[in-house]
């Protein structure tokens, strides 16, 4: 029983959502909102509100309605890179310079911990 959540086009470098998404990989689903929600970096937001997306798609499911939300962990978090926002920057002399602005995929998918009476 798993469920996935994915936000996509997130204006962010994907190797700044990685080094919080590392964090949180593989936690039980409490204890990486806890993490989340004290880290110091810009990336803990989307990455947050994607956790707590997927979190309510497995709890929304006709299948695995009856799953206590304190047995959920991640299963899997990864970060693929999305499209290059192309902008330009005026530099010396009249001329302009080429910027490129990130974005990202977050994918997260929470599953439920397999019980022994299971």
Do not use: W
């Amino acid at each position: 029983m798993e469920a996935r959540a994915v936000a996509k086009y997130v204006r962010m470098s994907p190797r700044k959502a990685r080094q919080v998404i590392d964090l949180v990989r593989g936690e039980s689903v409490g204890r990486a909102l806890n993490i989340l929600h004290f880290t110091r970096k810009a990336a803990c937001l989307p990455i947050e509100k994607t956790l707590r997306s997927a979190v309510a798609n497995i709890l929304n499911n006709e299948e695995t309605s009856k799953v206590d939300p304190e047995e959920l962990f991640v299963k899997e978090a990864f970060v693929d890179m999305g499209f290059s926002f192309r902008r330009f920057r005026a530099a010396s002399m009249g001329r302009s310079m080429s910027m490129k602005r990130p974005t990202c995929h977050i994918t997260i998918v929470v599953a439920a911990k397999k019980t022994a009476a299971n």
